[in-house]
């Protein structure tokens, strides 16, 4: 697969005297201009000034309530900010009137036929807001995962809004698997609960002792670590992402993984129902083993693949962004890409990356719309592209196949 490495993904030649190729100028770009902030996408300053909305709320677990509920396209997972653009009046009015009583909403999706709403959701925090010329400027940071429970009738209140009854679900504990048959006695001598995996390996020979009594051999128990998963997990994402960007704590890296690794719909819907990070996480590492490309979603056109991916936010290479007419893209973040056009000229109007200039990307095939590149002349790095989740596919390579990409 030849046409696949990377030498192939180019820029489009028709916007060469704005972009230089990496190759030609990487000593350059290492020597001048800025490193561009991280922490500003995450900011959503395109959004303008908006108010701060103070509070930290969290739900007790399985405590049911009626809440607003925003239908999107996308997914927004526990620690991760959406930013929302309301721009009609009957949304804006709901959502006001809404906001006055308490700043919690919920963010639901479809489900994997695309047809119902699927049943889990995120409680949202809105944590800074403005109303502006009849539109509605919002960022809100998820929360606690949520169930809709069926029983309860699902009232449609116009546009993306609905008013939905949900049950709170609750993040357990890490527990290890031989916890409930140690010796309260032995507890503080001999520790079994390790954040660390390899904290477990140096303690190994009192776990040996321990692990006698067990009718399985001791692997078994060692794969229901969480330990064993973020440890696995570290190894494998490292290939993709910076070692200092990828978070450790079990639960975190459960949702990052999630927010940030390029997975279908139907497989984070998957994710999204599992109730502890130690499920997650299994599944997770099972994911991470196949290489991915990433397709125009219309006419399966190879576009870039997972290796190509990098961060331009804190919030880590997938984010969620907002244009002027109200509608959010999920964005991921990339090096390179192929078989595109631009469209039009360059703009900074509404820019997520703050200095940076966005031109529209369409498939060269088919002339779908695939997302933006970004350009600075002072910025580092010069260019990146912007693919917008909703243009493209995934398509998971078999085995041989990722073996013949590297
Ligand atoms: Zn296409």
Not at 96 to 107: A, E, H
Not at 329 to 351: D, H, I, M, R
Not at 361 to 388: D, E, K, V
Request: some cysteine; overall charge neutral.
């Amino acid at each position: 697969m030849s046409d696949t490495s990377d030498d192939d993904y180019s820029d489009d030649p028709l916007d060469a005297d704005i972009h230089q190729s990496n190759s030609t100028n990487e000593e350059d770009e290492q020597q001048e201009g800025e490193t561009f902030d991280t922490d500003l996408p995450t900011a959503h300053k395109y959004l303008g000034k908006l108010n701060t909305v103070s509070g930290y709320t969290i739900f007790d677990d399985g405590e049911v309530i009626e809440l607003l509920a925003i239908h999107t396209k996308t997914l927004v997972f526990p620690g991760f900010t959406l930013p929302l653009v309301m721009n009609t009046q009957l949304e804006q009015s709901t959502m006001d009137s809404f906001l006055k009583k308490c700043n919690i909403f919920v963010l639901v999706c479809a489900d994997e036929m695309g047809s119902r709403l699927y049943k889990y959701g995120v409680t949202m925090e809105v944590f800074e807001s403005v109303s502006q010329n009849d539109t509605l400027y919002l960022k809100a940071k998820g929360r606690q995962r949520c169930k809709i429970l069926p029983t309860k009738e699902i009232q449609h209140l116009g546009g993306r809004l609905q008013k939905v009854t949900v049950k709170i679900l609750a993040e357990p504990a890490f527990t290890s698997p031989i916890a409930c048959t140690q010796l309260l006695s032995l507890c503080s001598r001999r520790p079994h609960l390790f954040a660390n995996y390899k904290d477990l390996l140096r303690s190994y020979k009192y776990r040996r002792y321990h692990l006698a009594q067990f009718p399985c051999a001791s692997w078994v128990y060692d794969r229901n670590e969480v330990s064993f998963y973020v440890e696995h997990m570290l190894k494998q994402l490292v290939r993709f992402y910076l070692k200092e960007n990828i978070p450790l704590d079990p639960v975190t890296l459960s949702y990052w993984f999630i927010q940030n690794f390029q997975l279908c719909h139907e497989e984070r819907l998957h994710l999204m129902k599992l109730d502890s990070a130690l499920e997650r996480l299994k599944v997770e590492l099972r994911l991470l083993e196949r290489e991915r490309l990433l397709c125009c979603i219309l006419c399966k056109t190879e576009i870039t693949r997972q290796s190509q991916v990098f961060a331009m936010s804190k919030d880590g290479v997938q984010s969620n962004y907002c244009n002027p007419g109200g509608h959010v893209y999920e964005t991921v973040t990339v090096v390179k890409a192929k078989n595109f056009n631009l469209v039009g000229n360059p703009s900074k109007e509404f820019s997520w990356f703050p200095g940076y200039w966005w031109t529209i990307m369409q498939c060269r095939l088919c002339q779908g719309h695939i997302g933006w590149r970004f350009s600075s002349n002072h910025l580092q790095p010069r260019t990146f592209y912007g693919l917008a989740k909703s243009g493209l596919e995934i398509r998971i390579l078999a085995k041989n196949q990722s073996n013949e990409l590297d």
